[in-house]
Antibody, heavy 120, light 112 residues
Framework: DVKLVESGGGLVQPGRSLRLSCVASGFTFDDYAMYWVRQAPGKGLEWVSGINWNGGSIVFADSVQGRFTISRDNAKNSLYLQMNSLRTEDTALYYC?????????????WGQGTLVTVSS | QSALTQPASVSGSPGQSITISCTGSNSDVDFYNYVSWYQQHPGKAPQLIIYEVNNRPSGVPNRFSGSKSDNTASLTISGLQAEDEAAYYCCSYTTYNTLHVVFGGGTKVTVL
């Protein structure tokens, strides 16, 4: 079974940094694009970033462009999100998600999420 | 990039059919066939129920169906059941600037 386990969330002050991790299992990790999607408390889903199978193509939402970076380590079946210059509006549950194919198409599996709270 | 437009809420009685619309533009829904739909129960992660406009993953009941016309995608739930009460989100690619992914604002389905 596909399993995605996020970690690294927590309480952080505005302007600080945080790194999220996602460990994948149950599928051949380097065959698929991966994504980060977030959900603010009581709100809808917001796509954050995506990375294709080998890291050669990376995209970001305008709201995080220049502050967040995404990366993957296919040898460790792991996806990362480095979040810098955090703002209160970045407070959300961050989901790691698996794509359907090598490059960007659609999300077919989601993790359970890790909560990031940005507050002074 | 703007979110896709969904009604905030839709309700129906058990056994009825309901349809949720998802309106985008010629940069997203109208342009791509990568329209997907997700179901999210409270406190749970989203689950894929429709992909590429009108395809169901294995295990998703056939009472869920999808369609698209021009810049509007739709999700229909036929024979509504109590367990269908959840939030539903549409999703598409967009060529707004560079390649992006955009979600709808979500629709809360209530089974009366």
């Amino acid at each position: 079974d596909v399993k995605l386990v996020e970690s690294g969330g927590g309480l952080v002050q505005p302007g600080r940094s945080l790194r999220l991790s996602c460990v994948a299992s149950g599928f051949t990790f380097d065959d698929y694009a991966m994504y980060w999607v977030r959900q603010a408390p009581g709100k809808g889903l917001e796509w954050v970033s995506g990375i294709n199978w080998n890291g050669g193509s990376i995209v970001f939402a305008d709201s995080v462009q220049g502050r967040f970076t995404i990366s993957r380590d296919n040898a460790k079946n792991s996806l990362y999100l480095q979040m810098n210059s955090l703002r209160t509006e970045d407070t959300a549950l961050y989901y790691c998600a698996k794509g359907r194919g090598y490059n960007f198409d659609y999300i077919d599996y989601w993790g359970q999420g890790t909560l990031v709270t940005v507050s002074s | 990039q703007s979110a896709l437009t969904q009604p905030a809420s839709v309700s129906g009685s058990p056994g009825q059919s309901i349809t949720i619309s998802c309106t985008g533009s010629n940069s997203d829904v109208d342009f791509y066939n990568y329209v997907s739909w997700y179901q999210q129960h409270p406190g749970k992660a989203p689950q894929l129920i429709i992909y590429e406009v009108n395809n169901r993953p294995s295990g998703v009941p056939n009472r869920f169906s999808g369609s698209k016309s021009d810049n509007t995608a739709s999700l229909t739930i036929s024979g509504l059941q109590a367990e269908d009460e959840a939030a539903y989100y549409c999703c598409s690619y967009t060529t707004y600037n560079t390649l992006h992914v955009v979600f709808g604002g979500g629709t809360k389905v209530t089974v009366l």
